[in-house]
């Protein structure tokens, strides 16, 4: 056969390339972005990968670290597949990424997301349905969506207000404005600050600590506590009794209590 046809051949039979890595440790398990050489963008093979992957968790995993190869977390929506998108198939894009962050948020379990270098655009906005977030001092945070005379599209005017306030966003998406780790941290991105290199090692701390919780606990932080926090006062604390009784009937919640009242359970400690 000659060589040209050879090489035609050998291409279509290649598996396409993963741009998720999962990994599974024990009870927690790793979730990757792995398209370094683009700086993570999210391309929508990627964003459908990332889909499958949470849609297909086995079992016994109770916690996730999703983190980045490479020197960036994530740059974002893919530029390259924005060009030719009418308005209507706009909505339509932008709808599909709410359902998939949408299962990052209000999944099967909670999410640790590992902050590096640039967290940018739909990466800050995909970093934003994680529930514990920690940024190593490389990290910095932008909506470039400003510049690129664009607006948010996966769920960042909804997410990233709640978590560091309307007025934050509109400065970074007006001015262009490029927040520090330290900045991101002061503001309420990031829960944890840590050194360059160190993120992944307290992210998966983090994570083993949370998969030790009781399920119903983890539930109710994922699914009652963001939804409570939107009520007036007197929904939710109706909504807050409900979720307390389903919580400390389980018999996990008894054990539990039982452990600390016959001493074998650890007592909360003073830090340092
Ligand atoms: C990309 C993308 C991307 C990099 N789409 N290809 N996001 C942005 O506007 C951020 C755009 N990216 C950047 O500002 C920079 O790339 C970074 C600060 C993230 C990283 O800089 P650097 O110097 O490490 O890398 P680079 O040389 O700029 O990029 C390396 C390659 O990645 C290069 O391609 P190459 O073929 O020339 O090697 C870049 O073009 C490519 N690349 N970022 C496509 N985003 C649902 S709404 C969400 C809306 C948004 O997210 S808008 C914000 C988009």
Redesign the pocket.
Known sequence: MPAARQTTRNKSTRAPRSLVAFERRGAISLLRLERP???N??SDTMVQELDARLGALPEGVKALVLHGAG??FC????????AERSAAEGVA??RM?HRIFDRIQFGSVPVVAVLH??V????L?LASCAHVRVAESSAFY????G??G?????G?SVRVPRLIGAHRVADMMLTGRVLSAEEGHAAGIASYLVRAGEGLAKGIELARRIASNAPATNYALMHALPRIAELGQDAGLLMESLMAGIAQSEPEAKKRMRDFLEKRASKVKRRG
């Open positions: 050489e683009k700086r963008a999210l020197r960036h740059a974002g929506l893919d530029l390259a597949e924005l894009h932008s990424w270098g640039a940018v655009g739909g990466g906005e932008a909506f470039p969506e510049q690129r664009i607006f948010l599209g996966g960042g």
